[in-house]
């Protein structure tokens, strides 16, 4: 029961979320525009990378069909 009771005491309301964010928005508001623009470089790189994981696997797939159906073939 006093879990629940500290639970509902710490919770954050919409005030109090508006706070924090301007808090954190006059304290890292000039770096922002650069982790914004890191976060979108990772991002992009990341999807490459995966596409590529993903093209490597569609790519041996393809090849393992083909093995199949040569031997089935012969």
Do not use: C, W
Request: charged share 25%; no cysteine.
């Amino acid at each position: 029961m006093i879990y629940g009771n500290i639970l509902s005491f710490m919770s954050l309301g919409p005030m109090e979320m508006i706070m924090i964010a301007v808090v954190g928005l006059l304290i890292f508001g000039n770096r922002l525009p650069d982790v914004g623009r890191s976060l979108g470089k990772g991002l992009v790189e990341f999807k490459k990378g995966l596409k590529g994981v993903q093209d490597d696997m569609e790519q041996a797939d393809r090849e393992i069909d083909n093995d199949t159906n040569h031997s089935a073939d012969s």
